[in-house]
């Protein structure tokens, strides 16, 4: 019987209850033990989904109050020492609280600290807590919470699969604290904890554990694959079941290496890479099992059952039992449950499946390849073969006009006027900014009032002129608040947008939206991606009227607020019908079409936000110099049918730009801005050894954490950039955007910040 399993589930609720309850008590308005009580049902409904979807095995281990890396780190006691006593460690006693201070800087409880690095987990938009790692390091297990949710899942029933980090891929994604440092040697001290780990769940009576191993998918230097086998020869004698798992690409030249691994089965991704299933099946131990990830966990488009029973009919025939499927990666990256949908279109809900209707779609499979399917499996597959054909019969999807604005495209739309050297000098006499000016990177606090307004607006309780009033005394309030502060290039604050995709989306053609599509980004922060279905167009200006308003408000220059194309194609489900280029060349022509409106209106400076354009870097370095070019020039594309005189801006964040610095400077935007405070400066080294010609803000304030920054930290931060970079082309800025922070910390924050630029001018004239 072919074995149907995942690789983790959804964790924030099908109502985002985890967020809610997560930030209820970092304010105080809910104790531990309600918090505790919160994620207990979920994970108890999670596993209750899974085991009525009829899945064999439940996952256990995907549960985090904040973040399943930051988690291991803890259970690992890689805590940094700022944050908690070497004897609580030692101990088992890391709590609850010292994870939220290594994630955020603050908890209800203990000192604040500096918080963790944060960074995208490998091409997703999903942000893990960077393990610190220095020379020495010791591990020892340091929290019981995986072994209580264990007992939690087999006190309910459950027959569970625990799912973690590997060693090796944890290490990979861990950060040396100190140069020179080589993280494999800590592998050694890190490989017997993971032994008590997989010994003490086995004392518990779990068969199976599943070892994340995404490492495996990208090229990896020669010492690192002998780590591999060095570290599995010392696992296998763990008295506990190992399937090492791959996702988000295939094994390439790795493949050998992980089918002949020590373990007892091996996953793999086919939704990415489904040429490698033969090679697999042809080296494949006869002893191990080989779990197929055949659903796509990365995106939100119904499977096509009948034919992927096809394409693994001849693995189920040479496997048997041995043959697992499950979806590509964790759910974790899709929306939870299909059925709160309830007032999306019918056909376009048909050709969708979420988290839960994966459950299904795996279960399914499972049983077609079995030959035990029920009259409910075979109706699944001939709803969703009759859906599929829809979809690629549907007129809604293909508009002649854009195809043909894309074919016309030509390299004279893609390159500004004239070079940086020359654009800098219009732009100093246009903008008359001081040195070390001073600017946001866009949002502001996004208020209960500003989201009752707008859930009063949608649900039409209020009218659309009324909300535009409300509106624009946010954005006067906004303008007024930085005014008295004194920032040199203020923004209208963002009040009417919900999100930075999610807004411009709702505005274009081609996107659908749903209204509880929630999927974690970081912590308790969730967005709903739009879905791209079709051909982008834009209908109309989109921001420019929220703009003009806002520079009527003050004689300083207004920098109008706009979503890069490829962060609007990676932070959406992309239709899989077209090559993504395609799709992000149509969004880069509706941008370039909104960007030339705003100069006309009046807007002298204008970012085009780019933060997913390392996120989109593929993970193999063979495939980096094809996504470079078209993602390059589809930002070109976007910016550049403005004079010289119009300051353009990108934003980018918790990237590491070494690798595709020199993409970056192609881009050409006048200033971009970027995150550098919780790496203490460190990503200005990309842009020193490059000589990046053109102007950075780089972040001195970290908007992630409540803690407010000091004017003496913002200085040393922005004396080390005056190191690395000229002083005439340094800019004074936040890391990111402000809308999930509170007034009563942004404005002495930004105070602070307006402080240290003008220390910084008093000391460099």
């Known amino acids: 019987m072919t074995t149907a399993h995942i690789g983790g589930y959804p964790r924030i609720g099908g109502n985002r209850e985890l967020k809610k309850a997560t930030e209820a008590y970092w304010k105080g308005d809910i104790d531990r033990e309600a918090l505790e009580t919160v994620g207990r049902e979920l994970r108890l409904a999670n596993w209750a989904a899974q085991r009525d979807a009829g899945l064999d095995l439940v996952s256990v281990g995907d549960f985090a109050f904040y973040d399943q890396v930051l988690d291991l780190s803890v259970t690992l ?414 923004v209208h604050g963002e009040p009417e947008r919900n999100d930075m995709v999610e807004y411009f989306g709702e505005q274009l053609d081609g996107y659908l939206f749903t209204r509880n599509g929630w999927v974690q980004s970081y912590g308790s922060r969730c967005v709903k991606p739009p879905v791209i279905v079709g051909d982008v167009s834009r209908p109309g200006a989109m921001t420019v009227r929220w703009s003009e308003f806002a520079q009527a408000l003050t004689d300083k220059p207004m920098k109008g607020m706009l979503t890069g194309p490829v962060t609007m194609l990676q932070w959406a489900f992309v239709r899989d019908d077209q090559p993504r280029d395609i799709t992000c060349r149509q969004i880069a022509l509706a941008l370039r079409d909104e960007v030339c409106d705003l100069e006309a209106a009046g807007i002298r400076a204008i970012q085009i936000d780019e933060p997913a354009l390392r996120e989109g870097l593929p993970l193999r370095q063979a495939e980096w110099q094809g996504y470079l070019a078209w993602a390059v020039e589809c930002f070109q594309l976007s910016a550049a049918g403005v004079r010289d005189e119009t300051q353009i801006h990108t934003h980018m964040c918790y990237s590491e730009f070494n690798d595709i610095i020199a993409a970056i400077a192609a881009l050409d935007a006048d200033v971009i801005t970027i995150e550098t405070s919780r790496s203490n400066m460190e990503l200005l080294d990309a842009f020193q050894d490059f000589a990046y010609p053109n102007e950075i803000g780089p972040g001195v304030y970290d908007i992630h954490s409540p803690n407010i920054p000091e004017v003496d930290w913002m200085v040393a931060l922005m004396e080390k950039a005056a190191e690395r970079v000229p002083l005439e082309r340094l800019w004074v800025n936040p890391d990111c955007g402000l809308k999930t922070r509170q007034w009563a910390e942004v404005e002495p924050a930004l105070a602070n910040m307006i402080e240290a630029a003008a220390r910084l001018r008093r000391q460099h004239g």
């Not at 001073?438 to 500003?450: H, K, L, R, V, Y």
Request: include cysteine; aromatic fraction near 6%.
């Open 77 to 490: 006691g890689a805590v940094p020492a700022r944050f908690t006593a070497e004897r609580e460690v030692a101990r088992g006693e890391v709590d609850l609280d010292t994870a939220f201070r290594m994630a955020r800087g603050r908890a209800p409880s203990g000192e604040p600290a500096a918080a963790c690095e944060m960074t995208k987990y490998f091409d997703t938009n999903y942000h893990y807590l960077v393990p610190e790692l220095h020379a020495g390091q010791t591990f020892q297990l340091a929290s019981s919470r995986l072994f209580d949710q264990v007992a939690e899942a087999h006190a309910a029933g459950h027959a569970v699969k625990v799912t973690l980090l590997g060693p090796l891929t944890w290490l990979w994604l861990g950060k040396a604290r100190e140069e020179g440092l080589d993280r494999l040697s800590l592998l050694d001290s890190l490989l017997p904890v993971y032994g008590e780990l997989l010994t003490s769940l086995a004392e518990q009576g779990v068969e199976w554990v599943q070892l994340d191993e995404p490492a495996l998918v990208q090229e990896l230097p020669q010492d690192w694959r002998q780590a591999y086998e060095a570290a599995y020869n010392v696992l296998q004698s763990a008295p506990v079941k190992v399937l090492l798992a791959s996702y988000f690409g295939g094994l390439g030249e790795n493949l050998s290496l992980a089918v002949g691994l020590p373990v007892d089965g091996l996953h793999i991704d086919l939704s990415r890479a489904p040429e490698q299933l033969e090679a697999v099946l042809d080296r494949l131990p006869a002893y191990k099992v080989l779990s197929v990830g055949a659903i796509d966990g990365r995106n939100v488009w119904r499977a096509d059952l009948a034919l992927l029973r096809e394409r693994l009919a001849s693995a189920r025939m040479r496997l048997g039992k041995r043959l697992w499927v499950a979806p590509s990666c964790s759910l974790l990256h899709v929306p939870v449950d299909l059925a709160a949908e309830t007032e999306l279109d019918g056909e376009l809900k048909s050709w969708l499946a979420f988290a839960r209707q994966k459950l299904d779609e795996v279960v399914t499979l499972a049983r077609l390849l079995d030959g035990r399917a029920s009259d409910v499996d075979r109706e699944r597959r001939d709803a969703a073969t009759l859906a599929l054909q829809a979809r690629r019969d549907s007129t809604r999807l293909h508009r002649s006009e854009v195809a043909n604005r894309v074919a016309a495209v030509s390299d004279a739309d893609t390159r500004r006027r004239s070079p940086y050297a020359t654009r800098a000098i219009a732009q100093r006499r246009a903008l008359d900014l001081p040195l070390f000016p001073t600017t946001t990177i866009g949002s502001f606090p996004q208020t209960d009032e500003i989201r009752a307004a707008r859930r009063a607006f949608k649900a039409g309780e209020l009218s659309s002129e009324a909300y535009e009033g409300r509106m624009r005394e946010e954005i006067a309030f906004a303008v007024a608040r930085q005014e008295a502060l004194g920032l040199d290039m203020p």
